[in-house]
């Protein structure tokens, strides 16, 4: 199966996370919007697809196409392409679990998002600055406590031990904690340098999730974006503090 990924080109944002199950399962995959427009890339063909009369058109990326089917939303994508990719358990019960914690993930990156954008994603950052202060101030005291404290009790709990976050193998969720944990990384390095240590088990993940051979290629390679001022995790250092 080849599958068609559609999402910006210059960010990782919420397609990375479909990036990094593509990529750790070693799926054939093109990145569409990152081809020139001579190749069928580009934005221009991502919006087309968005915009047509299909009953199925995506309100926005990401979403992937394989086959005849067209599918959006960044956790639905996993749940759907877990199994396929095998990247989450065969045990029904585990793999409600697997998208129960994504859709956890997803919470988390949208809160990640609104420190520095509070107001309205139509704003700049520079509009919205003396909110953004006041948001990211709670988010560092009250929120990333209350979600990495969660993650980390999720991790020692685990029946087959809290080397994954479901079961005893890599899953979709191991490769978005591991997205998650970069991201913090990158936007508040001051924070998470302070309270890491709170959370032995996520950073031991993300350690083990970055050594699987076919992450350590993808993370090595040009396809991986690097992090920016333009997609959900970005660095200003007046709200890390």
């Known amino acids: 199966m080849q599958y068609k990924l559609y999402y910006w080109p210059g960010i990782q944002g919420r397609g990375e996370f479909v990036r990094l199950a593509f990529e750790a399962a070693g799926a054939h995959y093109v990145d569409v919007a990152r081809l020139p427009a001579s ?3 580009g934005v221009a063909a991502m919006m087309k697809l968005m915009k047509s009369d299909a009953p199925n058109a995506p309100l926005a990326p990401p979403f992937v196409v394989a086959g005849n089917e ?4 960044s956790t639905y994508i996993l749940a759907w392409l877990g199994p396929a990719l095998k990247l989450v358990p065969r045990d029904a019960a585990a793999r409600r679990w697997a998208h129960q914690l994504q859709l956890t993930v997803a919470d988390f990156v949208d809160e990640a998002h609104n420190t520095h954008h509070p107001i309205a994603t139509h ?10 202060r ?3 101030a709670a988010f560092l005291a009250l929120r990333v406590p209350k979600y990495l404290g969660y993650f980390e009790r999720v991790l020692a709990r685990n029946p087959a031990g809290p080397t994954h976050m479901v079961g005893r193998r890599l899953s979709y969720v191991d490769l978005s904690m591991f997205q998650l944990i ?11 340098a302070r309270v890491e240590a709170e959370y032995p088990n996520l950073v031991a993940l993300h350690a083990a999730t970055a050594r699987v051979t076919n992450v ?4 090595t390679s040009k396809r991986r974006i690097a992090f920016n001022q333009s ?6 250092p007046e709200l890390d503090r």
């Open 39 to 41: 190749r069928g890339g």
């Open 70 to 73: 067209m599918v959006a939303q």
């Open 123 to 132: 704003l700049y950052y520079e509009d919205q600055k003396p909110e953004a």
């Open 134 to 136: 006041k948001y990211s």
């Open 182 to 192: 970069a991201g913090l990384r990158y936007a508040f390095p001051r924070t998470m």
């Open 216 to 219: 350590v290629r993808y993370l």
């Open 231 to 236: 997609g959900i995790f970005r660095h200003y």
